[in-house]
Each structure stands twice: as structure tokens, then as C-alpha cells.
């Protein structure tokens, strides 16, 4: 089960002091940020999700979001992540982006895909379940997993917008997700997952029982670390129907943008040359957009990418 299982490669901490020092801070200023983490938060942008409902993010002071980086340079980039969990994390050892587009590409030609969703993830995980990760996966004392939980965590859960916090989501399943890939790996079932993202897809015929099995085994695993499944964004589908996966389509046997990301794309290019009253700074912002959307296409099919650049230097 190695290739299923995190590991972590880096040193460990017995005491506060040795902690302190490996991030380049005194114990003293970690304590002092830790105990006043009310004065290190901001406010983060408000995102309206694709429902309509509104995410609240968060951000942090400058030296919070220093401490955070060196968290992350020298403490969770020494983690080996294994290949189905992608999003927020750096290069794999194959030099592979693991962004959507991998996790996307791991499920192409299958009879069936099973897309679900972890509810509210990232303010559904608790102090208490990021204290366990430093303690647990990490082996760090008490008192050092205390630390590190005060300056990751505020008002008790995983604040979304912090430096730290895509690392940590992708980490807190460590001791039961890679006995959950690895189980249905051996079931001929891949299994994916992008931060709060769940993606199966097998060439096997399901029954109805080995369904609910299944769901129940993915519940139980989000139920061990107190998130639960969305209920509203559990779908499957099967070849000869529309198969998706992080808003890309699979069933041309390569991944695909969605025809309706092409339009609007489209109406967006013909908006822009029609509309001579722009000034310049509001072309150049909207000709940047543009050329952003046509470099993502380019990535997934170049003679798409192409025939946008055409048109939009059409006169």
C-alpha cells in the first residue's frame, strides 16, 4: 500500500523551542502570535459558488501569512503525496501539475464516473481534527501539535484563505483514506480526490447493493474526521452519456472543455471588438481575460485555442 499511503520526509520537533527555530522564529513569537491569532486575521473575498450561495474566505496578517509559508516550505512540502489526491500541492516527483486537470484525466474511458462532494469542507474541520494530523501523522508532542493547531486553525475549524489550510485539507484523511483508494484500486474502482472533490470511475457494472456499499464506505471515512458527504452534488454517469469530472468533459476519450465554456468565450470575443467605447485599461483588462481563457484551452486541445485566436484577431 506505498504508493497509497502520505509520507512524510521531514525532521521532527520534541519541544516548542526546536520548532521555533526550524521556521526561523523564537518560541516566544509563536506563543505570542498563537495566543493573540484575533489580531492576525483579516477578511477574505466573499465568492458566490455556482448555486448562489456564498463562500466566506479569510486572510491573515503579514507576519501570520510569513509563519505560514515557512510551515509550508519546510514542513508540508516534505510530505509524498500519493497520486489520487490533487489540488493545492505542489509538483509531483513526475513533474506533473497536479491541478483539476490531472484529477480529471485519471478517470478517462470508464463505463462509469461517480462524482461527489464533501459538504462545507474546509469550516467542517475542527482544531481538534488538525490537532490530531500534527499529533498523529506528524508524531509531534502535544504541546508543539497545540502550537501549530493555534496558529492554522481560527475560532475553533480551518479557516478557508489561509496559507496552510489547502495542505491540511488534503492531509486530515492520511490514517483512513489510502485504506479506502487502496481497497478499491483491488476492486478494479480508481478513486480521486481535489481538496473537497470526489471522483470514482470503474469499467464494472454495479449492483444497487455494491452502491450503497459504496457510498456508505466514502461516508464513513468523511464521518471519521466529522465532515459528511453533499448529497446534492452526488452524481453518476455512464458511457453514451454526458461524463464530466472538475467541470471538464471525458467522453471524447481525451479531456475536453465544455461546449458552453467555448461559447460564452465566444460571445466575450465578439463583445470585445464590437464595443469600441471601452477606454484602454478596461480593453487591456478584458483582452487579458480573453487570452487567459484561449492559453487553457490551448492546454487541452491547441486547434480550438487556435481557431479562438483567429477570430479574435479577425477583423
Known amino acids: ?58 486572510s491573515a496578517s ?17 510530505i509524498d503525496f500519493p497520486f489520487y489526491l490533487n489540488g493545492g500541492l505542489p509538483k509531483g516527483s513526475d513533474g506533473i501539475v497536479r491541478n483539476h486537470i490531472r484529477n480529471a484525466g485519471l478517470h478517462l474511458n470508464k463505463r462509469v464516473v461517480i462524482n461527489t462532494d464533501i459538504s462545507n469542507y474546509f469550516p467542517s474541520i475542527t482544531a481538534k481534527t488538525v490537532h490530531s494530523l500534527w499529533q498523529g501523522f506528524f508524531c509531534l508532542p502535544h504541546s508543539v501539535s497545540e502550537l501549530l493547531t493555534s496558529l492554522t486553525t481560527y475560532h475553533g475549524a480551518l479557516p478557508q484563505g489561509w496559507g ?26 480508481n478513486y480521486s480526490r481535489l481538496i473537497d472533490d470526489i471522483t470514482l470511475s470503474t469499467n464494472r457494472t454495479f449492483t444497487e447493493n455494491h452502491l450503497t456499499e459504496l457510498f456508505s464506505d466514502i461516508s464513513k471515512m468523511m464521518r471519521s474526521k466529522g465532515v459528511r458527504k453533499n448529497y446534492r452534488k452526488t452524481s453518476m ?4 452519456r454526458r461524463q464530466s469530472v472538475n467541470k471538464l468533459n471525458l467522453n471524447a476519450g481525451r479531456l475536453t472543455v465544455p461546449k458552453d465554456y467555448r461559447n460564452r468565450l465566444r460571445a466575450q470575443i465578439h463583445c470585445y471588438k464590437e464595443n469600441k467605447n471601452l477606454d484602454e485599461e478596461s480593453r487591456k483588462i478584458e483582452l487579458q481575460s480573453i487570452m487567459g481563457k484561449i492559453s487553457y484551452i490551448r492546454i487541452l486541445n491547441p486547434k480550438v485555442a487556435r481557431t479562438f485566436e483567429q477570430y479574435l484577431n479577425s477583423s
Open 1 to 58: 500500500m506505498k504508493n497509497f499511503d502520505l509520507f512524510y520526509k521531514g525532521p521532527h520537533f520534541g519541544s516548542e523551542v526546536s520548532l521555533g527555530r526550524y521556521l526561523s522564529f523564537s518560541a516566544k513569537r509563536l506563543n505570542l502570535v498563537a495566543e493573540n491569532i484575533e489580531n492576525h486575521w483579516r477578511p477574505g473575498q466573499r465568492k458566490i459558488k455556482p448555486n448562489g450561495d456564498i463562500r466566506i474566505t479569510h
Open 164 to 189: 496552510c489550510s489547502s495542505y491540511i485539507a488534503q492531509s486530515v484523511f492520511w490514517d483512513v483514506e489510502p485504506k479506502l483508494a487502496h481497497s478499491l484500486r483491488n476492486q478494479g474502482i
Open 62 to 78: 503579514e507576519e501570520l501569512k510569513k509563519l505560514h509559508k515557512q510551515i509550508n516550505r519546510k514542513i508540508f512540502r516534505n
Open 237 to 240: 454517469s455512464t458511457r453514451g
